[in-house]
């Protein structure tokens, strides 16, 4: 079977739990000669404003957008390094399962690749696990890395 792969989104949130991902979608575009979409998704902040108030959820909004940004040019830096050209965006205020599969159909992207973040126990039952969920729910293909 002979697969074309033109578009390929990273979805990353910059942790080193996903560099590996990032790694292999940066691989897998050079090999396919195909366009990367960086992605990082700054989910709502209505627990944390709930929970803490106005002031320290618009705090940690910003503070999020700020970890996107570096998260993104880490894919689009390593892309340049491989010559792979790679388009960044942040999307905020959504869920991030959410954001992943309307951004993967809305730009025609072939294959999403993404890392797991590793949770479990609590954390796993009580927040899902993004990964989970955009396998569960997207159109596209998805190639889920697990941490090295």
């Known amino acids: 079977m002979s697969?074309?792969?033109?578009r390929i989104l990273i979805a990353t949130d910059g942790s080193e739990n996903v560099k590996n991902a990032v790694d292999w979608g940066i691989e897998l575009a050079k090999r396919h000669d195909a366009?990367?979409?960086?992605?990082y998704v700054v989910p709502p902040s209505g627990i944390s404003l709930a929970?803490?108030?106005?002031?320290?959820?618009?705090?940690l909004h910003e503070h999020l957008?700020?970890?996107?940004?570096?998260?993104?040019?880490?894919?689009?830096?390593?892309?340049?390094?491989?010559g792979v050209e790679v388009e960044s965006e942040i999307i905020e205020d959504?869920?991030?399962?959410?954001?992943?599969?309307?951004?993967?159909?809305?730009?025609?992207?072939?294959?999403i690749v993404m890392g797991t973040l590793g949770r479990t126990g609590l954390d796993h039952i009580l927040l899902g696990s993004v990964a989970e969920n955009v396998v569960?729910?997207?159109?596209?293909?998805v190639l889920v890395v697990p941490v090295k």
């Open 51 to 59: 929970m803490r108030g106005e002031m320290w959820a618009r705090g």
């Open 35 to 39: 366009k990367v979409n960086a992605l």
């Open 94 to 111: 959504r869920d991030p399962a959410d954001a992943i599969v309307d951004f993967a159909y809305e730009n025609n992207i072939d294959l």
């Open 3 to 6: 697969v074309k792969i033109d």
């Open 136 to 141: 569960r729910h997207s159109k596209k293909q």
């Open 65 to 82: 957008k700020e970890e996107g940004g570096k998260a993104v040019e880490h894919v689009s830096n390593l892309g340049k390094k491989e």
